[in-house]
């Protein structure tokens, strides 16, 4: 029998009996700790597990996201178009509470006879045929019955670029036509940031009231 007299006889027996050394570590250690290499594994795949969990919820999210940005989109787009109808339907009350009695509305083949024969060197491509693609215009006679011109843009919440259209829109037709012409917005609610724009004789504002576009 081997006798032990340091600890480099004791590792060297223990390695030579395995079954003596599976006992040490029985009488040493917890069954918890035994078994530890056995639930860190457990708990390993479970993690993997979870990860790829995390991974399908954030495609799912991001699905969610992009399908909400498309509704909204096509909400934007849809409230847009009913503002854009009201504001034609309300051509005769917008040049009314203007000073004006509306004569015709314009359509897009009118505006387009408008810029034929015309020098447009000047003009961007895209200012044209945004021009021709005008919310509203309207021929209007004032009380003395001379004909003028306004150009409406509407859209939901009005902002800078529905006032800038509207403002360059009037001018264009005043370079087009040689008639004054008078630029307006219309919709629910404007900009705050257009509010001295607005207030001014430069701009006019038409209300649409809130429930307009609801009940459409």
Known sequence: MDTINNIEDLVRILDENPEWLEAVRTR??????????????????RVEDLAQRMDQLA????????????????????????????????????????????????????????TEGQDLSDLPRGEVQSFHRADLVMQVADNAGNSHYIAVEASFTVNGRDSHRALRNAELLTRFTGLPSVAAVAGVRYDRRLRDQIGSDQLYWYEIPSEDPEAE
């Open 28 to 45: 040493l250690l917890t069954r918890e700790l035994l078994e530890l290499p056995q639930v860190v594994a457990g708990l390993t795949q």
């Open 59 to 114: 495609q799912r999210v991001d699905q969610l996201v992009q399908r909400q940005d498309r509704m909204q989109d096509d909400l934007g787009w849809l409230k847009g178009r009913i503002i854009y109808e009201i504001a034609r339907d309300d051509a005769a009350l917008i040049a009314d509470d203007m000073g004006f009695v509306l004569e015709r509305t314009l359509v897009r083949l009118d505006l387009r006879r408008l």
